[in-house]
């Protein structure tokens, strides 16, 4: 933790390589900006690598739209480790929460498979201070699948050993943490043509949650077991919106023909412009696991009346992650308004409506109903 | 036991006339008669008791001139037995058996020679007409005994097939090895041997009642005097029946009969075949010369050994009559052409004068003469078989008697003794013996004991007392050696018994009156009292062997009981085999159709695998998106070109975009079509496993064809069979009919994938229609109506493309439902095995080629010997005694 007032929102990601995480969070982005449009809180993405990579995606969306049709990369193969940084910003230094969201191959949780080198203990870390785990999947995978060649190896395709090995051990850190809420959410991707809520003309969306529900019931069905305070969300996003499937292929993977690589085409709607959708259900399923945080924070530190500020902390400490986080937030918080009382002068007042103001987004968004899209297990 | 009364009511009148008065039937009576005489023969001579003074009483009406006389309506010789037994036979003139009248006037005929009566032709009469009797009512048995002897030859007939038939069962590769030992141990050689020997007997008792003629065989060693005593019998002369000294005379077997019409002697002549047959191959055979010559000219030139030359060190030619034998051959050989020409078969008939050189050997003049001149001996004899002669007899008028003379026993000649007994059997009633007392031989010696077990075995069934007479012939022998002979039969023959075996006669064979008297009287009277009783014998003898005869055939067939019980389980009739084939052909098409139905059922669980269908949908949705792309079957430009045309002209885009994108929608449909190949390949395919299951099953029924063909021939020949099978026909043309196409099993389905491709669509959420896209009459709004059509060709491409592919289970279901109730119907239906069975019944010579050929004859074989064995019994059980 900085020493600024900035909470640094952990969120793991899992799954393989191009199923459309950076796409997922493009939409997160874009759908957060759509959402605090009109309101003094911004976000954004910061730290260059982020911009950059959200830049070059974004441009390379661009112009397949523009095309009329695209083909996104098959998925699969290896992949790095990435940190995308997102930040609410309220316009004020050092303040604002920031969304750290950790990508990293599910095949480095096995120690055979894990790559020499791979910084693994790092995003071990990561996960054990990370209170929500986003599990991103190709919808089209599952529902362009047409044989049982097909559902042979869609687990392979989506990664789900591993990812379900993830998903276990950020659940067994989650138990030890059992006054800090968790938070799973699978969030199927590029569900543009199994909806008709955005412009399309099929729904298929029960067809999906069957089989999300079907390849990923391992996960699903074990969070009651290792940690029932977790919740497992179900949010299906349009990360782009404008486009439908038109074609699927299933081809083997050149050096391992018993493996088959999937592809997909995709033509775009007119007027060709991105139309995300169900972004907002994870951006508010995540302010929402943050106001029941802090609520928690608060309901622990009134407990401790009577006691000195330090010893509320070291209860804080105690908790490490992602409750000291919000300890800290509350603190800042309450600097700023410490500091807006004793220094009447715009620039202390300023900081903290806008602080506040970020407060009263977040819990504004909490408050919101989820879309139709939403379940919650 | 009949009352006192009763029983005198039978002395006088013959037992032919009292007998039947007390209620006896004719059969009762001949047993009864033969029981009375049985007993009462024996002690009639020694027991009859005389009446006191009879003796006194006859001398005084002999001393006063008068001629008494015996008449009895009882046998005539029992009479004469008592009177000589009693001693008053010197008394009487005549004893006889007749009617009053006759005997009347024979006692006053005047005596001739030692002034008693000539009593020949008086008792002559009357044996003539029993005799006549007996041999009428042999002849009335002939029709059922010639029945029998046809009975007897078809069993013989018969075992014959059923042996054949046995054989041929045994032999067969295709008999069980089980049945065809049981069916080793079947032969028929011992009962056909008793077959063999029924019918002989037959036959013999077929010659006894054919007769027509009462034959009395005169028989004996040579020189004994029988042909002298045929003579006397017969008044031929040297003439006719030559006599000799110290040679054969005889040489042809000879039946002289009386007549009062003919004098005539008929010859069966040999042809050179049954001479060969008859007279030559049993020389060659006694000598151990092969070969037999097939011409006259080939015996001519026959190469013979010369007596005593011979160098072989066997034991036939070291026989003593080896040479004799040999020498008689060679005799024949030299004298070929003296009967050659007389070898012509059939009969000839010719004088008595002609007679001796027909039936005598030569003389020791001849053969001296021809010797001296070095010619050749006439043996015309070996041309004859045998002759009949008739003559007027000149004591003995009696028409049905015959004289039979027969080949000296004793010849050193090839099976004369044989010859001699098969004569005896076939022709003769009774054997006169003769034996003559000569210096040296006046006793019974081995010769005549052989002659008389000869005679033994050519009796028969007959009495040996009632067959043989021994007659010594006085003729020219010291009364000492008669004396001698006399006492040496009495000893040898009759254990020291006048008469106790065998009857003696003693005559002059020179003398006919002798002759007749002491011989011809004593043996005809004898005939005519016993032959009925001998005949009886011989019948009882073959009818118990014919019953025993019978009983082995019979044994024989039962024999087979156990053989032919064994082959019912082990091939059964050929319905049982065609019901036990019929429910294993629906067996092995229950195994392969289900094995069919579970795979194609598996096909259905995983039927978007199938990599033909697959490839199928692939192809024709890579047809579509070629069509597509490459400008909606125009191309691109034209498109666009057409439709800013069509647009400008409307001020819109709706009419165009609305028509291409129906256009498209049945394009897409339509290009789907492609589909068809493939499922008709698989319908076909369907046909062909189905047709593939069932023609190993049936044979030849489907040869050469297969997958339609097959199915439709089926369905042709289960319409056409002779027993119809429309539940199973139905089957076969439900599965002809099942069809798989795109657009009535698929397109129903998938055609859902298609509505994106309408200018008005439904809004998912309000339920209103709405327009897709609108675009201006531009460059611009042409280009976005291009993309947009393409676009949803392609995802309508994507979208049928996709759920066929899900939908790929629907062939699949559609193929397995199809051939489930193939199987259903073919297998399970309540007709179907009733169906079944007409199929196999109907086509059973196709379905299972040869087999029920090879069923049919293993069946016929057995049905053969069944069917021999059944017809065999049959026979058995009609003759006479009923034998099964």
Known sequence: MTDTSRLVYRIGMVGPSRVGKTSLITALLRGGQHLLEGTPVAMKAIGSSTQKRLGQHRRDLEGSLLAGKFRPGALGGTQEKFLFHLLLDPG???????????????????????????????????????????????????????????????????????????????????????????????????????????????????????????????????????????????????TIGCVEITGAEWTPEPGDPATLAFSAEYGVRPPGRQAIKGADDVLMALCRHLVGARQRVEEAVATEKGRTATTAERYAERHEGFFLDIWYVLNGERRYRREAAEDVRGAAVEADKRVTALTEIIEDLASRRPGGRVRQW | MPDPVALRALVGPPFEIALPGLGLTDGQTSVAIAAYRGSYDRVAATRTPLFPGVPEFLGKLGAAGLRPAVATSQPEYLARWIVEGVGIDEHFTLVGRGRRAEMTRAARRPSRGSGRLRKGRRVSTDVSARIQQILDKRRQGLPPLRSEIAVWREVDEQLGELDAAVMALRDHAGTPDELRERLTQFRVEDARDGIAEALRLLRVLESRFSRDTVNIGVSGQARVGKSTLLQSVSGLSD?????????????????????????????????????????????????????????????????????????????????????????????????????????????????????????????????????????????????????????????????????????????????????????????????????????????????????????DIARGFAAKRDFVFLLINRGGTAAALQDALRDDIRRQVNIGRADQFFRVVEADAADPADVHKQVLVPVLDHLADRMSTMDADVVAGTRAQLCAAADRVAALAADLDPALASVSPASGSVAEDLDRRTSRLRQDLTGDLVALVGELHEQTRNAAEDPEYVAAVEEAFATTRAWITAGLGVDERSWKDEGLRTMRVDRGSGRYAGEELNRVRVEISTSFEGLDVFFDARVAQLWNRVAASLSPHLGELLAGLDGEHALRRLAELLDGASEPCPRLSRAVQALLAVRLDYRSQLHPRVRAELDGLSLQVTDPHTGDPRTQIVVEATEAGVEELYQFVVRKAERAAHLTKKALLREGVTPALVLHAAAEQFEDVLIRSGDSEREFKRLARSYRDEVWPGVYGEIDAANARIARVRRARETLLASLAAMPGGNT
Not at chain 1, 187 to 199: A, I, L, R, T, W
Request: proline residues 6%; charged residues 25%; aromatic residues 6%.
């Open chain 1, 92 to 238: 004020v230094p050092d303040a604002g929460i920031e969304l750290q969201l950790l990508d990293y191959p599910g095949g480095w949780f096995d120690p055979v498979t894990r790559p020499p080198g791979a910084d693994w203990e790092e995003c071990e870390h990561f996960l054990e201070q990370s209170s929500v785990l986003i599990v991103p999947i190709d919808a089209a995978v599952l529902m362009e699948a047409t044989s049982a060649t097909h559902l042979r190896v869609m687990p392979s395709i989506l990664a789900t050993t591993q990812v379900g090995d993830v998903v276990r051990s950020w659940l067994t850190e989650r138990k030890r943490r059992p006054d800090e809420p968790g938070l799973l959410m699978l969030c199927p991707v590029k569900c543009e043509s199994y909806f008709d809520d955005n412009g399309g003309d099929r729904d298929d969306s029960e067809e999906l949650l069957t089989w999300v529900r079907r390849l990923y019931h391992d996960v699903i069905d074990a969070v009651p077991g290792e940690a029932p305070h977790v919740r497992t969300l179900y949010c299906p996003v349009d």
């Open chain 2, 239 to 455: 003439d006719q029946i030559p006599t000799g000294q110290g040679l054969a005379v005889t040489a042809v077997r000879s039946r002289i009969q009386h007549s009062a019409t003919v004098d005539r002697a008929t010859l069966r002549m040999h042809t050179f075949g049954t001479f060969v047959a008859d007279v030559v191959a049993p020389y060659h055979a006694e000598l151990g010369l092969t070969g037999l010559p097939a011409a006259p000219a080939e015996f001519r030139t026959w190469s013979y050994p010369t007596p005593g030359a011979d160098e072989r060190g066997d034991d036939t030619a070291g026989r003593p009559s080896y040479a004799t034998m040999l020498n008689r051959l060679r005799d024949m050989q030299a004298s070929i052409s003296t009967f050659v020409d007389d070898l012509t078969g059939g009969e000839r008939v010719v004088g008595l004068d002609e007679l001796r050189r027909f039936v005598a050997y030569p003389t020791n003049d001849e053969l001296r003469a021809a010797a001296a001149a070095g010619g050749t001996v006439h043996r015309r004899y070996l041309a004859v078989r045998d002759a009949r002669i008739e003559c007027r007899f000149p004591e003995l008028h009696v028409e049905n008697l015959a004289i039979v003379d027969l080949p000296g026993l004793g010849e050193v000649a090839v099976r004369a003794e044989a010859h001699h007994v098969d004569g005896l059997q076939d022709e003769v009633d009774v054997v006169l013996l003769v034996k003559r007392a000569v210096e040296g031989m006046a006793y019974w010696g081995g010769a005549d004991a052989r002659a008389l077990d000869l005679l």
